[in-house]
């Protein structure tokens, strides 16, 4: 079974602050799994595609350097 994180796993995970997640949630620039309809739906996010995402920036910063 897939391993969901909160918004506050991430946050510790990631060592941003839960402003800068939200942010990058509001502008997609992180996968995440929204669960329910409306406002008040929670948000998750997937350790694989994270990890998967994580690997994919580090390797688009190495290009750029």
Do not use: D, H
Request: aromatic fraction near 8%.
């Amino acid at each position: 079974m897939e391993e969901l994180l909160t918004k506050r796993e991430m946050v510790s995970l990631l060592k941003i602050s839960l402003n800068t997640l939200n942010f990058w949630i509001c502008k997609r620039k992180i996968p995440f799994l929204k669960l329910g309809t409306g406002k008040n739906a929670s948000v998750r996010f997937s350790r694989e595609a994270i990890e998967r995402w994580l690997k994919n920036m580090k390797g688009e910063n190495q290009k750029n350097e």
